[in-house]
């Protein structure tokens, strides 16, 4: 131990001069691979707590050498390109036993591997083991029993959100804002405590960020230039109960045990989805005895030993699938679904026959499946997807199921039109709640509850209306020149009319009505097509009428005045400036200002005139 050749590794836990002072060695000799140095320098320049402590290491012995303690020295070669590309393959490695051995010197390192390949090579080595010592993280003191989460800035005081879900206060935690080197602090910590705790993962480490999984805190960092300054949000949950506790019911329990082999769970941020989850899982695993694993990323569920769970592999969940589907769970938990390859996977291990449970953010029971099926067939979503639960405040508030039939959907009448719909129903009464299928070219989510009180609003237009009208306009434009005025109208569930041109009525209807034929063929609706006649504008003003529905006042200025621009008056001053609809309405809910004026003009016998603009 005369003379000391330490690597990276050693050099940042400070073994250097912790050997040193403990060992009492008479005047070592140091020798400093600048490989070593290049590492430290890079690790630092990428803000990164290792590189700062190495250096802060060997400034420490540059002290002890000026008061006599030891020798230190610079030697070696700084790694090439090639050896910096190839770092863990153990180029760099190799040039620091390569100058061991030339120095003949003792090899001083943290790294098992280098140490056991030092042995094999005949170099003498001190492997120098870092103890962990378990030590509470300082964050920890900011939370109690009904802390969500804590949120620190630099510059900002630090607060904190509490409760449960549903009744959720921001609070203070000091007085006082926490400055830059008070953050960067906390933050070293987290991250040392990520290479030496063996239950905290550095889940995810890019340019300006950090996520790390810590026990039951997950912790992300952020630091500029990915954020405009130093952030650490640390998120707790704050239940972990049974699923007794929820009080399902009888017929939710049964199908949870036996037929449910594709749930979504949903929710908005906070409602409380982890922690459902967690319940299903210990209750499929200890209850049922069914193998269960989780894709996570980060890995935040709390859960027992008996869950294994797995985080992307090689950075890719298509990584961690492939093994999935090798292991073969009863049930797998993948958590969250947002992207399109996460939707992909679910739906392929679940085809493959593995019971899947996903985790998806949503703000209404039906965004679920809305999301699933906007990314899958449509013919498969009920054999990927039978039962969606939405939880709201940490409750099971709605449970969905979802079954193909072939039928006309709901708001359509003519026979023709049926086709394969997916009926999402209320799995505890069986109301049918929404209709999936395809229209056209698109994928209508439909809400039956909108589609049966239609009748009941004058003015209601459907969604469905909506699209096919826009699905119609699409191709009559395509037929004719650009620029043209066309309009469309959906009259009726089975009919719309087309308003163009007169000079254009041959163009569109097509030799022996056969273009026609095709655009009603491949919407499904039958078309009739009528002439917009340009009429002189009339700047005379003429009395209108006002027609009262339960929500809206409707200025009547007659089918003839489809479609312009007019400036309403009462008793000569000015209220508004509007486009009249095709059938020349001028629409205005109640309850606001404008139709508050109106009524009031009505009830005062008021003249109330429109002038075309």
């Given at each position: 131990?005369?003379?000391?050749?330490?690597?990276?590794?050693?050099?940042?836990?400070?073994?250097?001069?912790?050997?040193?002072?403990?060992?009492?060695?008479?005047?070592?000799?140091?020798?400093?691979?600048?490989?070593?140095?290049?590492?430290?320098?890079?690790?630092?320049?990428?803000?990164?707590?290792?590189?700062?402590?190495?250096?802060?290491?060997?400034?420490?012995?540059?002290?002890?050498?000026?008061?006599?303690?030891?020798?230190?020295?610079?030697?070696?070669?700084?790694?090439?390109?090639?050896d910096i590309k190839y770092a863990k393959s153990g180029e760099i490695d190799s040039i620091i036993r390569d100058l061991a051995r030339s120095e003949m010197g003792?090899?001083?390192?943290?790294?098992?591997?280098?140490?056991?390949?030092?042995?094999?090579?005949?170099?003498?080595?001190?492997?120098?083991?870092?103890?962990?010592?378990?030590?509470?993280?300082?964050?920890?003191?900011?939370?109690?029993?009904?802390?969500?989460?804590?949120?620190?800035?630099?510059?900002?005081?630090?607060?904190?959100?509490?409760?449960?879900?549903?009744?959720?206060?921001?609070?203070?935690?000091?007085?006082?804002?926490?400055?830059?080197?008070?953050?960067?602090?906390?933050?070293?910590?987290?991250?040392?405590?990520?290479?030496?705790?063996?239950?905290?993962?550095?889940?995810?480490?890019?340019?300006?960020?950090?996520?790390?999984?810590?026990?039951?805190?997950?912790?992300?960092?952020?630091?500029?230039?990915?954020?405009?300054?130093?952030?650490?949000?640390?998120?707790?949950?704050?239940?972990?109960?049974?699923?007794?506790?929820?009080?399902?019911?009888?017929?939710?329990?049964?199908?949870?045990?036996?037929?449910?082999?594709?749930?979504?769970?949903?929710?908005?941020?906070?409602?409380?989805?982890?922690?459902?989850?967690?319940?299903?899982?210990?209750?499929y695993s200890s209850k049922l005895n069914k193998i269960v694993k989780t894709m996570e990323s980060p890995r935040d569920l709390q859960l027992p030993d008996d869950?294994?769970?797995?985080?992307?592999?090689?950075?890719?969940?298509?990584?961690?699938?492939?093994?999935?589907?090798?292991?073969?769970?009863?049930?797998?938990?993948?958590?969250?679904?947002?992207?399109?390859?996460?939707?992909?996977?679910?739906?392929?291990?679940?085809?493959?026959?593995?019971?899947?449970?996903?985790?998806?953010?949503?703000?209404?029971?039906?965004?679920?499946?809305?999301?699933?099926?906007?990314?899958?067939?449509?013919?498969?979503?009920?054999?990927?997807?039978?039962?969606?639960?939405?939880?709201?405040?940490?409750?099971?508030?709605?449970?969905?199921?979802?079954?193909?039939?072939?039928?006309?959907?709901?708001?359509?009448?003519?026979?023709?039109?049926?086709?394969?719909?997916?009926?999402?129903?209320?799995?505890?009464?069986?109301?049918?709640?929404?209709?999936?299928?395809?229209?056209?070219?698109?994928?209508?989510?439909?809400?039956?509850?909108?589609?049966?009180?239609?009748?009941?609003?004058?003015?209601?237009?459907?969604?469905?209306?909506?699209?096919?009208?826009?699905?119609?306009?699409?191709?009559?434009?395509?037929?004719?020149?650009?620029?043209?005025?066309?309009?469309?109208?959906?009259?009726?569930?089975?009919?719309?009319?087309?308003?163009?041109?007169?000079?254009?009525?041959?163009?569109?209807?097509?030799?022996?009505?056969?273009?026609?034929?095709?655009?009603?063929?491949?919407?499904?609706?039958?078309?009739?097509?009528?002439?917009?006649?340009?009429?002189?504008?009339?700047?005379?003003?003429?009395?209108?009428?006002?027609?009262?529905?339960?929500?809206?006042?409707?200025?009547?200025?007659?089918?003839?005045?489809?479609?312009?621009?007019?400036?309403?008056?009462?008793?000569?001053?000015?209220?508004?400036?509007?486009?009249?609809?095709?059938?020349?309405?001028?629409?205005?809910?109640?309850?606001?200002?404008?139709?508050?004026?109106?009524?009031?003009?009505?009830?005062?016998?008021?003249?109330?005139?429109?002038?075309?603009?």
């Amino acid at each position: 131990m005369k003379r000391i050749i330490p690597d990276t590794s050693a050099v940042i836990i400070g073994a250097v001069s912790e050997i040193v002072e403990k060992e009492d060695l008479d005047y070592p000799e140091i020798i400093v691979p600048e490989a070593v140095v290049c590492e430290l320098e890079h690790q630092a320049n990428d803000n990164r707590s290792e590189g700062h402590k190495g250096l802060k290491e060997l400034q420490k012995l540059q002290r002890m050498q000026y008061e006599g303690e030891l020798a230190i020295d610079f030697k070696g070669k700084r790694p090439t390109n090639y050896d910096i590309k190839y770092a863990k393959s153990g180029e760099i490695d190799s040039i620091i036993r390569d100058l061991a051995r030339s120095e003949m010197g003792t090899l001083l390192t943290n790294d098992k591997v280098q140490a056991e390949t030092a042995k094999a090579q005949g170099i003498p080595v001190y492997y120098y083991e870092q103890k962990y010592i378990e030590k509470a993280l300082s964050i920890e003191k900011f939370f109690d029993e009904t802390t969500m989460s804590v949120h620190l800035k630099e510059n900002v005081i630090p607060m904190a959100k509490k409760g449960v879900p549903g009744h959720i206060d921001f609070v203070k935690l000091e007085n006082q804002p926490y400055s830059y080197s008070q953050i960067h602090e906390i933050m070293d910590e987290i991250l040392d405590k990520a290479k030496s705790d063996p239950k905290t993962y550095l889940e995810s480490s890019k340019e300006g960020s950090f996520v790390v999984q810590s026990r039951e805190y997950r912790i992300s960092i952020a630091y500029p230039p990915f954020s405009e300054g130093l952030e650490i949000t640390i998120v707790r949950p704050v239940a972990n109960i049974n699923l007794d506790e929820y009080h399902l019911s009888d017929k939710l329990l049964e199908r949870i045990r036996t037929n449910a082999e594709g749930i979504l769970i949903s929710g908005s941020p906070g409602a409380g989805k982890s922690t459902f989850v967690q319940a299903i899982a210990k209750y499929y695993s200890s209850k049922l005895n069914k193998i269960v694993k989780t894709m996570e990323s980060p890995r935040d569920l709390q859960l027992p030993d008996d869950i294994t769970q797995y985080s992307p592999l090689e950075g890719r969940m298509e990584n961690t699938a492939d093994v999935l589907l090798l292991v073969r769970p009863d049930y797998t938990i993948y958590d969250e679904l947002r992207k399109n390859t996460d939707f992909s996977i679910f739906a392929d291990m679940r085809l493959a026959g593995v019971g899947m449970i996903g985790v998806v953010h949503a703000t209404r029971p039906i965004d679920a499946i809305q999301r699933i099926s906007s990314r899958v067939e449509l013919g498969v979503i009920p054999s990927i997807v039978d039962t969606s639960i939405y939880i709201e405040d940490g409750k099971v508030t709605s449970v969905y199921e979802t079954k193909m039939t072939v039928k006309v959907p709901t708001g359509m009448k003519e026979a023709d039109l049926a086709r394969p719909v997916i009926e999402v129903r209320d799995f505890e009464t069986g109301e049918l709640k929404n209709e999936i299928y395809t229209y056209g070219e698109q994928t209508i989510v439909m809400d039956i509850d909108l589609v049966n009180g239609s009748n009941s609003e004058e003015g209601y237009k459907s969604s469905v209306d909506k699209i096919a009208e826009k699905e119609i306009l699409r191709k009559i434009k395509k037929i004719l020149p650009k620029k043209s005025k066309v309009d469309v109208e959906v009259i009726s569930p089975e009919r719309a009319n087309i308003y163009i041109p007169e000079e254009f009525v041959p163009k569109i209807i097509g030799k022996n009505g056969k273009r026609i034929a095709e655009i009603e063929e491949s919407i499904g609706i039958s078309l009739g097509v009528e002439i917009i006649e340009e009429k002189p504008v009339n700047k005379n003003p003429f009395e209108i009428d006002i027609i009262h529905t339960r929500k809206q006042l409707i200025l009547d200025l007659g089918k003839d005045n489809g479609r312009q621009n007019f400036d309403i008056y009462i008793n000569g001053e000015y209220l508004l400036t509007a486009t009249t609809s095709k059938k020349g309405e001028i629409k205005i809910k109640k309850g606001i200002e404008l139709s508050d004026f109106l009524l009031e003009a009505v009830e005062m016998g008021l003249e109330i005139t429109a002038v075309k603009k």
